[in-house]
């Protein structure tokens, strides 16, 4: 079954220069998909996280740049194209700034369960470039690190791919796993139906994520168990 949910039926908050559309959230996730949210950042604007249990969180930046703090005194830039992961244990604060005083940014943050206990608080940073995620999926994070991908503490595999249009991706799901799908930009076919920039897809017993790309595309595919 593949359940479309689009961009107009997200949950919104609009908080002075900060916009955060969240697609799923703790009370409807997604297996081990906590949340999934889109924050657009005015110059200056910020957010603040309040973590009360362990969790892993993904954040791409897909335009301009942001400016991480993991912990107090620890603080990280993030540029567009670039992706960061976090185990966060409960109690911490992470927060994020749009140091910028004439351009906005744009990013999106994966909250994945992890199955084990968060000891303490390491991160990660990468660069996918272009021409490695143009169309294929290139694996981003997942438990084995493979092809270096950010380490999770969890059996996920999360995909980025960057497509042209009449691009065409498959992507096999083992029995038992899921897949979701969100579209970060341009336009892409699934099944019957037509994503769009801010739309996501869900995947419950099919045996592969199929699309192709109408447009110019960018694309996060999350395999969950």
Known sequence: M?????????????????????????????????SYREEWLDPGAGFRLEIDHDVEILTA??????????????????????FHRISARAGATPRGFNGSLADPVRCVQCFV?????????????????????????RLIASRSGLESSLRLRQDA????????RGHHLVHELAAGR?????????????????????DSASFVDEPAVTLTAQD?????????R
């Not at 110019?216 to 969950?224: A, C, G, K």
């Open 61 to 82: 930046v897909l335009e301009g740049a942001l400016i991480l703090e993991e912990t107090v005194g620890r603080t990280v830039v993030l540029d567009a194209g670039e």
């Open 113 to 137: 369960t992890t199955d084990r206990a968060v000891l303490q608080t390491p991160s990660e940073k990468r660069r996918f470039p272009v021409a490695d995620r143009r169309g294929l999926l």
């Open 178 to 198: 899921g897949g979701w799908l969100s579209v970060t930009d341009g336009r892409v076919q699934v099944g019957d139906a037509v994503l769009e920039k801010g």
């Open 216 to 224: 110019r595309s960018e694309i996060l595919l999350f395999d969950l």
């Open 2 to 34: 593949i359940t479309v949910q689009k961009a107009d039926q997200r949950s919104t908050l609009v908080r002075g220069g900060q916009k955060t559309w969240t697609s799923c959230e703790p009370a409807t996730a997604f297996r081990t998909l906590e």
């Open 157 to 164: 595999g999360i995909y980025s791919a960057i497509l042209d």
